[in-house]
């Protein structure tokens, strides 16, 4: 079955580049995403890539995809305080729903 | 501009007590589902609709029951609330066709004492 694993923590100081990975295993995926938690709310759409390009980059977000190693990864240019938050990495196929299978997130934390 | 509206935000219940959580979209898609979200273990699927009228299981669906009668409302029932099913409740919906990106709500936060 379809397992999207990430690491649980990742620290950085403000003003540095945070990268957040994650692994699918899903080759099927048609498209993937990152979505972000900020506490006590629901899970907003960052960002997502379709699986046949490598890259997409929105203003300070950049999604590199590597096909190869089913690999993603976010990477977030100058991370603010306000970037804290949990970030969940998910993959959709076609068919059946189009359902998402989400990892268990990356929780970033953001210090001065 | 609402999106994804669930009620209620948060409730508790005693063991055994039913209740009926309510999702309401309003921007016409087709698709909606149900998600918990337990600490360490990410969303799971409880159940999903691809539209009005249809339901279908997810991965976690076992003490619970979805309806789909009008296309902008997805209700999630539980008959008989056990401890283990302490858990934020977040429903989704999507459109039927383009890039597949689900919207949430806030989540219902539900505790079964």
């Known amino acids: 079955g379809e397992d999207v694993e990430q690491s649980l923590f990742l620290s950085v100081r403000e003003g540095d580049s945070s990268v957040i990975n994650c692994t699918y295993t899903?080759?099927?995926?048609?498209?993937l995403y990152w979505y972000k938690q900020e506490p006590g709310a629901g899970l907003q759409l960052l960002t997502y890539?379709?699986?046949?390009?490598d890259m997409k980059q929105d203003q300070r977000l950049t999604v590199l995809l590597n096909k190869k190693d089913n690999h993603l990864s976010l990477r977030i240019a100058d991370t603010q305080t306000g970037d804290s938050a949990i970030y969940f990495c998910?993959?959709?196929?076609?068919?059946?729903?189009?359902?998402?299978?989400f990892g268990t997130g990356t929780q970033l934390k953001v210090e001065l | 501009n609402a999106g994804v509206t669930q009620t209620p935000k948060f409730r508790v219940l005693k063991t055994g007590q039913s209740m009926t959580l309510l999702c309401a979209q309003d921007?016409?898609?087709?698709?909606m589902y149900w998600y918990r979200q337990d600490p360490g273990m990410g969303l799971r699927l409880i159940h999903y609709?691809?539209?009005?009228?249809?339901?279908a299981k997810g991965e976690v669906p076992d003490g619970y029951n979805v309806s789909r009668l009008k296309k902008q409302n997805f209700l999630l029932g539980l008959e008989s609330a056990a401890p283990s099913q302490t858990s934020v409740y977040f429903c989704?919906?999507?459109?039927?066709?383009?890039?597949?990106?689900?919207?949430f709500g806030d989540g219902t936060r539900l505790s079964i004492l």
């Open positions: 609709s691809v539209g009005e009228g249809t339901t």
């Open positions: 921007m016409n898609h087709e698709y």
């Open positions: 890539i379709f699986s046949n390009m």
């Open positions: 998910a993959e959709g196929a076609p068919g059946g729903g189009n359902k998402l299978t």
């Open positions: 899903d080759s099927s995926s048609t498209y």
């Open positions: 989704a919906s999507r459109e039927g066709q383009g890039s597949g990106a689900q919207h």
